[in-house]
């Protein structure tokens, strides 16, 4: 008896190997010396130089040596052919060699139609094992395994199947060829599928190693032309930074620029991520951060504007001069915001706007009317795909400063549903206290609100929540009355109507009767839109 390493020799199977160890030599030349055959088993660990008994297979092959050849180095390369399988029953160490008494394991089998049926399962599952495996020869296979006795078929493909030692030892200890046919078909079908999910990784691999090369073959070639023309990546990102160096960003929201932009340089350009980080480099750049209008210090100018641009309402211009008036003794006011509440049509937006005149600010308006998303107000995390700032932050980049006249119009028309409470999201953009460091979800830094100019305007007060009314200072414009209706008629409305028909005084003249005869018999209205719709 001979123990082996890192290999299971089943019957009928032609193995080479090379035997060194003292005590196999001497059995294998004292095998030599008889009938030429030996038992081999094969031991549990390869690593053992001199296995005991209870360290080798009990089930092993016996085998006849066809060819030996002494080597230089007085190793023996041996050819052996398997026989039959046989069990030890007892081993004996005899004169530097291992003996084993071995039962062999004899099976008749009698053909029958389930017998042929699994065996044709099993060659037809072979074939395809065959197929995928790359390492063995197809045609080679396909002819060995053409055979009719059971036994003699389920050892060479067992033999030819790329399987552990553990398993390929398992499969030799089945001594029943029906019961090996069923043991084998189980193991062709895992290993198929093993095969099978192997050939998808490597094919889905290949795929994007190709779609990575073409890309990066197309960067190159990309890079290399933008070269030629002058304008290449590397310069495209050193303006992106010098545009953030000179943005006037706060440290911190500089420090986040910049990182964006080493991020934006490692992407690949034609990527996803790389438009999303983009997107979100321009804004940041579009928003202003320093830039100011210079404001307009004079009282006597901001009443003037105001005269030219309504009639009536001292009262009301009277508190906005006040309030302007204040602003200006403090270098950085932190006053209330101020919210017109009144009927449609009496002015309302139109004093927004005369304010941004008379002290010389950009003016934007964003409209609150039926606007029921909190996102709206706050923008959208980056995470979502077609994601954009709140209109906070929009409203400012259309200002192009950061101190504008803001009028949030229809404050009192805002809803709220399972988006959220935009009144929520007004308070900290409304409260003085807060709203120097305004987070908006996109651009997720702090940005400053402070120096702007916040105006609201309501139709009603009772719509609008307890927590943002406690924020502002209400301004209550109540109707006009019949000689100001005339009034506001004669020096504004009739001249923007003429001169919207195209017409002059030449053409057309209105009379205070006449006037006065549409105001009583056309509009009832507290302001004047009907009016200059009838005129």
């Given at each position: 008896m001979m123990p082996i390493r890192d290999v299971v020799i089943f019957p009928h199977m032609m193995t080479p190997f090379v035997v060194g160890r003292e005590s196999s030599v001497r059995a294998l030349e004292e095998a030599l010396a008889s009938d030429k055959k030996i038992f081999l088993a094969t031991q549990h660990d390869a690593s053992v130089d001199e296995p005991k008994a209870n360290e080798i297979y009990q089930v092993g092959t016996v085998v006849n040596i066809v060819q030996s050849l002494k080597l230089p180095d007085g190793n023996i390369?041996?050819?052996?052919?398997?026989?039959?399988?046989?069990?030890?029953?007892?081993?004996?160490d005899t004169e530097g060699f291992m003996q084993a008494s071995v039962r062999l394991a004899r099976y008749a089998v009698e053909t029958n139609a389930q017998l042929e049926a699994a065996m044709q399962r099993v060659t037809s599952l072979f074939e395809q094992y065959v197929k995928l495996c790359q390492s063995l020869n197809y045609e080679t296979m396909i002819a060995a395994v053409r055979m009719e006795d059971p036994a003699k078929l389920t050892d060479t493909i067992a033999a030819?199947?790329?399987?552990?030692?553990?398993?390929?030892?398992?499969?030799?200890?089945?001594?029943?060829?029906?019961?090996?046919?069923?043991?084998?078909?189980?193991?062709?079908d895992v290993e198929i599928e093993k095969l099978n999910m192997d050939r998808t990784i490597q094919s889905r691999v290949k795929r994007q190693m190709e779609r990575a090369q073409k890309e990066y073959y197309l960067n190159e070639k990309i890079k290399a032309?933008?070269?030629?023309?002058?304008?290449?990546?590397?310069?495209?990102?050193?303006?992106?930074?010098?545009?953030?160096?000179?943005?006037?960003?706060?440290?911190?929201?500089?420090?986040?620029?910049?990182?964006?932009?080493?991020?934006?340089?490692?992407?690949?350009?034609?990527?996803?991520?790389?438009?999303?980080?983009?997107?979100?480099?321009?804004?940041?750049?579009?928003v202003p951060w320093k830039k100011r209008s210079k404001e307009i210090r004079?009282?006597?100018?901001?009443?003037?504007?105001?005269?030219?641009?309504?009639?009536?309402?001292?009262?009301?211009?009277?508190?906005?001069?006040?309030?302007?008036?204040?602003r200006q003794l403090v270098k950085n006011p932190k006053g209330s915001i101020l919210c017109f509440v009144g009927p449609p049509g009496v002015g309302k937006t139109s004093l927004g706007m005369s304010i941004a005149k008379a002290t010389g600010r950009k003016f934007v308006r964003m409209s609150l009317g039926g606007v029921?998303?909190?996102?709206?107000?706050?923008?959208?995390?980056?995470?979502?795909?077609?994601?954009?700032?709140?209109?906070?932050?929009?409203?400012?980049?259309?200002?192009?400063?950061?101190?504008?006249?803001?009028?949030?119009?229809?404050?009192d028309k805002m809803s709220m549903d399972f988006r959220g409470d935009p009144s929520a999201a007004l308070l900290e953009v409304l409260d003085p206290e807060q709203?120097?460091?305004?987070?908006?979800?996109?651009?997720?830094?702090?940005?400053?609100?402070?120096?702007?100019?916040?105006?609201?305007?309501?139709?009603?007060?009772?719509?609008?929540?307890?927590?943002?009314?406690?924020?502002?200072?209400?301004?209550?414009?109540?109707?006009?009355t019949e000689p100001e209706k005339v009034e506001i008629a004669k020096q504004f409305l009739v001249k923007k109507q003429m001169e919207q028909a195209g017409l002059n005084e030449k053409n057309v003249k209105f009379t205070d009767d006449a006037i006065t005869s549409l105001i009583r018999s056309y509009t009832r209205e507290a302001g004047v839109r009907n009016l200059e719709r009838e005129i």
């Open positions: 390369k041996v050819l052996v052919e398997g026989i039959e399988r046989g069990k030890v029953l007892q081993i004996i030819n199947l790329q399987l552990s030692i553990e398993e390929k030892q398992e499969l030799l200890e089945i001594f029943d060829p029906a019961d090996r046919l069923t043991r084998i078909a189980d193991v062709l032309i933008q070269k030629e023309l002058g304008r290449g990546e590397k310069s495209e990102f050193d303006e992106l930074k010098k545009k953030v160096e000179n943005a006037g960003m706060p440290k911190e929201v500089k420090d986040k620029a910049l990182q964006e932009l080493k991020k934006l340089e490692a992407m690949p350009p034609m990527s996803a991520e790389s438009t999303v980080s983009r997107n979100y480099l321009d804004w940041l750049l579009a004079n009282i006597s100018r901001a009443e003037k504007v105001l005269n030219e641009d309504h009639y009536g309402l001292e009262k009301i211009k009277e508190r906005i001069l006040e309030f302007l008036a204040v029921r998303d909190e996102a709206e107000i706050r923008g959208h995390r980056r995470t979502y795909i077609g994601a954009l700032p709140g209109q906070i932050i929009q409203m400012m980049k259309k200002a192009g400063t950061k101190n504008p006249v803001f009028m949030l119009d229809e404050v709203n120097f460091m305004f987070i908006d979800h996109y651009l997720d830094v702090e940005y400053d609100l402070s120096q702007v100019f916040f105006v609201a305007t309501a139709n009603v007060l009772h719509t609008i929540p307890p927590a943002l009314q406690d924020r502002m200072e209400v301004l209550r414009l109540h109707g006009y």
